[in-house]
Nanobody, 122 residues
Framework: QVQLVESGGGLVQAGGSLRLSCAASGRTFSSFVMGWFRQAPGKEREFVAAISRSGGSTYSSDSVKGRSTISRDNARNTVYLQMNSLKPEDTAVYYC???????????????WGQGTQVTVSS
């Protein structure tokens, strides 16, 4: 089993930056593809970014491309999402998740964190 705990969310003004962290425990962290998703109230969970097991390959959604960077430190069992130039539409609960394949499909992710709230004010 894998336990995932997100942190780093909060309130930030438009144009500001946040770095979200996801700490993993349990099974070997480096064996999983890691992804970030977000969900706003009343909306479906949305893919944000994913990173391969060794960190050599990443993919980001068009909505955050150029503003967000996903990274991982396997020695620390942690994945990060650096978000810059934040917009009000980035407001959501952000979740990290672990999968066995590199994918944007939420159903393919086997483990999920509890989420951390990101609120971007105008």
């Amino acid at each position: 089993q894998v336990q995932l705990v997100e942190s780093g969310g909060g309130l930030v003004q438009a144009g500001g930056s946040l770095r979200l962290s996801c700490a993993a425990s349990g099974r070997t962290f480096s064996s999983f593809v890691m992804g970030w998703f977000r969900q706003a109230p009343g909306k479906e969970r949305e893919f944000v970014a994913a990173i391969s097991r060794s960190g050599g390959s990443t993919y980001s959604s068009d909505s955050v491309k150029g503003r967000s960077t996903i990274s991982r430190d396997n020695a620390r069992n942690t994945v990060y999402l650096q978000m810059n130039s934040l917009k009000p539409e980035d407001t959501a609960v952000y979740y990290c998740a672990a999968a066995t394949v590199h994918t944007v499909i939420p159903a393919a992710y086997d483990y999920w964190g509890q989420g951390t709230q990101v609120t971007v004010s105008s």
